[in-house]
Every structure is written in C-alpha cells, then in structure tokens.
C-alpha cells in the first residue's frame, strides 16, 4: 500500500486517487513546507501603523504628565493665582510736622516679578500750598529713586484724592516705597497705598 502525505482539496489538483483529486505539497530544500499567500487584509478596526503612532503620542503625553505630577509630590499640580499673591500696603495717619518719611518700603522677592496695579493718596486741606505731601516711588536694588508713579502735594483750604491704576512691572530686587511728609505746624491725615501682584519667574 502507497501512502502519500497529500490532503484532499476542491480545487484542480495534480494527483487523482481512486477519484479522489490531491494536490502536492511543495517543501523547500530545508524541508520547509511553502505557502503562498493570496491576500493579507487587515479586519475591519484592525490597528495601523498610523494609529498606533497616535496612540503611542497620546501615551507620551500622559507619561510627561505622570512625571510633572511626580516633580511636584501629589496628585494635582501647582498653581499660583494671582489674586492668592497679592499685595497691600497701606498708610494712613493724622500727623504733624515732619520731612518726607518713608511709611512703608515693598521689596520684590527672588526669583519674581511683581506689577504695581494701583495706587492711592490723599492728602487734607493745608493753610499753605503744598505743606502736605503724599508721593509713591520707584527704587533700585541699591535704594535709589527710579521714577515717581504718584506725588500729591496740598492746596490751600482742599482735601486731594488720587487713584491711579496702572501696570509697573518690578524685577527681583527692586523696591516701591510710599512717602509723605507734612512741613506744616498742624497735624493733618495723610494717606498712602498701593496693590502689587506678585508673579513667579
């Protein structure tokens, strides 16, 4: 009895057996059996090289987030808004005599910026021009003046109000001093004030 390894197949074959059509197998030389393929389609939904690079982006994404979050030690990350870094100072006193004396001097931190918002004074009738005075300035690292963003000085028998918003960008280092001074012989309200916001470089 022959025995051939062959399968029975419905298309045309090379061999028929007691009726039976076979087709042969073709081996290579290192006994590999050979198989021809006809089509290669991908299924419907089936992954491209194409949207597995999508995927592959997205998932990069979320990683540099897991790191960012892991740089920070919690699960949220940090914020500082605004108006959680602002900034009041604030004179205001009924005084005598006096020459131009600083009531409060803001330093910008290291590593910030800050941005004067606005500033205020007043200053109350005085009995000569300009006795009372109400001034906010502008000062370098070392102390000295810059630039003056407001200076009210008195008028005879009239109460002076200013209000000045504005958007001074200070560097690390640099100061905002507000001043008044009163060369009168009675004493009188003075008022100083100014906003500042602070920002991390």
Known sequence: MLILPFHPETASATITIDGVPYRVPLVDSDGHLQVDVLSNALPTGAATETNQATMITALQLIDD?????????????????????????????????????????????ASTF?????????????????????LVRI????????????DINSVTGQILTETIPCAVLLDAGEKLEGSTSNAGVTSKVIGVHASITEISK
């Not at 790191?67 to 605004?82: F, H």
């Not at 500033?119 to 300009?130: K, L, M």
């Open 65 to 109: 987030l897991r790191a960012a979050l892991g740089s920070v030690a919690g699960d949220q990350l940090r914020m500082e808004p605004g108006w959680d870094s602002l900034n009041r100072e604030t004179y205001a006193a009924s005084v005598g005599n006096h020459i131009t004396t600083a009531r409060w001097t803001y330093t910008v931190p």
């Open 114 to 134: 800050a941005i004067v918002t606005h500033v205020h004074g007043y200053v109350s009738a005085s009995t000569a021009v300009s006795d009372l005075r109400s």
């Open 139 to 150: 000062l370098d690292s070392g102390g000295g003046p810059l630039a003056h963003i407001m």
